[in-house]
């Protein structure tokens, strides 16, 4: 049994981060300044002792994973495709927060949330990895 995972959607200006049990739920997810990160993900750690951390395999994946190394040297880390990841919490974004008003007349697909997803792109990341396992 592997215990908790955490999620990294690794940005330039900004991250997200999320924390899933065993089955996938959620127990926690945020978006963080990106100058920030090793605070916020040992923050995370002494809190949830996730054994694994799922990172997204973008553009800046690189140097975050160096961050998260020297941050956790403890915990696993697995850098997975992200292929689709920000469409896909875009839809769980709405699916959250039930669009209102003339929203709920405009195709899903065709709107933006109004604040970054970027936490529910690493819920999203974390939620694959332990499901597929």
Same mark, same amino acid.
């Given at each position: 049994? @592997?215990?908790?995972?955490?999620?990294?959607?690794?940005?330039?200006?900004? /991250? $997200?981060?999320?924390?899933?049990?065993? $089955? $996938?739920? /959620?127990?926690?997810? &945020?978006?963080?300044?990106?100058?920030?990160?090793?605070?916020?993900? &040992? *923050?995370?750690?002494?809190?949830?002792?996730?054994?694994?951390?799922?990172?997204?395999?973008?553009?800046?994946?690189?140097?975050?994973?160096?961050?998260? @190394?020297?941050?956790?040297?403890?915990?696993?880390?697995?850098?997975?495709?992200?292929?689709?990841?920000?469409?896909?919490?875009?839809?769980?974004?709405?699916?959250?927060?039930?669009?209102?008003?003339?929203?709920?007349?405009?195709?899903? $697909?065709?709107?933006?949330?109004?604040?970054?997803?970027?936490?529910?792109?690493?819920?999203?990341?974390?939620? @694959?990895?332990?499901? *597929? &396992?």
């Amino acid at each position: 049994m @592997r215990g908790l995972t955490a999620g990294l959607d690794p940005g330039r200006d900004k /991250c $997200g981060l999320a924390v899933v049990d065993e $089955g $996938g739920g /959620c127990l926690l997810h &945020q978006v963080v300044p990106t100058a920030d990160l090793e605070h916020h993900l &040992q *923050q995370l750690y002494a809190e949830y002792g996730f054994s694994l951390l799922v990172m997204g395999n973008g553009t800046t994946s690189k140097k975050a994973a160096q961050r998260v @190394r020297s941050a956790l040297p403890e915990v696993e880390l697995a850098v997975v495709d992200e292929y689709r990841t920000t469409d896909a919490a875009r839809e769980e974004y709405w699916r959250i927060h039930p669009p209102a008003g003339w929203r709920r007349l405009v195709p899903r $697909g065709m709107l933006v949330p109004p604040e970054p997803v970027d936490d529910l792109a690493a819920l999203i990341l974390a939620r @694959r990895y332990v499901l *597929q &396992q």
